[in-house]
């Protein structure tokens, strides 16, 4: 099995799981808890990366990404402990990318100085909407001005900054979003995150569905319209669709993400995270345990992972497949042999491009929007050959 991961990159994600509320719609591994011993939890995100560090020796470090959870709940020296054994124990890119997410709080956004002095060069903060009763809806509890007050003071810190925003919400129409959206553009720093509402097994939310009581959401024509709106209005203001949901300035795109995307190696630290690496020709999928108490606990025994199985050759495939086609880039022709072997020759690249499904040049193929708005579809086309 070829080590393809350089290409993709090596990234660090540090999950951290508690939140002060817990919001309809997510469905991450978050928990609402009193209070939080951040001096154990440094030491003990700290203890974990430097295992990791060991089997990985040597390596350079692209990318690292606070992520939760509310990482912003997070002490500046917490985050800053990582950074020192992230320093220690892997060689940094010159221009690594240290991302942390953040609520949009006033009571957070104060501590914005410290997470630069820290390290942090990068801020992503989770507005979710530009407009206060769908605020209430989700559950967030930052209101309007709080929000906009955040994203002036992260500019004024940060060189880049990013946040979120989710659409296809109760009661929206189309008007609606595509006004919401220019105001967004406007504010925006170098990069838009922008999610259609999903409901997911195990939120209130779907409990609410299930219920029968959570009512006008669109439907799939106008969650289709919704869709190809963002992708129009972004495409004029220069914020180009480079990944399915992720949109940004030339030479903005997230150096983290694009590490999951591209197939690159990545470990990950903190209570339920995921990572991937590749060692000796063998690349395993790691899991942490999830729930806080039992991780933390498992780390002062020796190690924060539940598990870490190696992947099949089929596995990777899938994987690598799964998650290019999500890129405007698309897949590289050469590299998918590597990965895929036959399967890669076996691609029905032509009979997809006919259809308008997928777009083909000598070296590489992805996703057109057409394609992109039946993914699902065209993953399960492309994998069952």
Known sequence: MAETWRDGGFALYVHWPFCEAKCPYCDFNSHVVAQVDQTRWAEALVRDLARYGEITSGRVLNSIYFGGGTPSLMLPETVGAVLRAARD??????????????????????????????????????????????????GRLHDVREALAALDIAKSVFDRVTFDLIYARQNQSLKDWEEELREALALAGDHLSLYQLTVEEGTAF?????????????????????YLATQEICESAGFSAYEVSNHAAP???????????RGGDYVGIGPGAHGRLTRNGQRAATVAYRQPGAWLSAVE???GEESAETLSPEDIWTE???????????????????????????????????????????????????????LNALLADLLSE
Do not use: C
């Not at 030479?251 to 995307?261: D, K, P």
């Open 301 to 303: 025994q020796g190690s």
């Open 320 to 374: 690598y497949v799964m998650m290019g086609l999500r890129l405007s880039e698309g897949l590289d022709l050469e590299r998918a042999a590597q990965i895929g072997g036959e399967r890669a020759a076996r691609l029905p690249l032509e009979r997809l491009r006919e259809m308008g499904l997928i777009w083909t040049t000598g070296e590489r193929f992805g996703a057109t929007l057409q394609g992109r708005m039946v």
């Open 206 to 226: 779907w409990d609410r569905a299930q219920a029968g009581k959570l009512r006008d959401l669109p439907d799939e024509d106008l969650a289709a319209d919704l």
């Open 89 to 138: 124990h892997w060689a940094w890119a010159n221009d690594i990318e240290i991302t942390l997410e953040a609520n949009p709080r006033s009571v957070e956004a104060r501590k914005f100085e410290g997470f630069a002095l820290a390290g942090v060069n990068r801020v992503s903060l989770g507005v979710q909407a530009l407009r206060a009763p769908d605020l209430r809806r989700l």
């Open 251 to 261: 030479g903005a795109m997230s150096r983290h993400n694009l590490v999951y995307w």
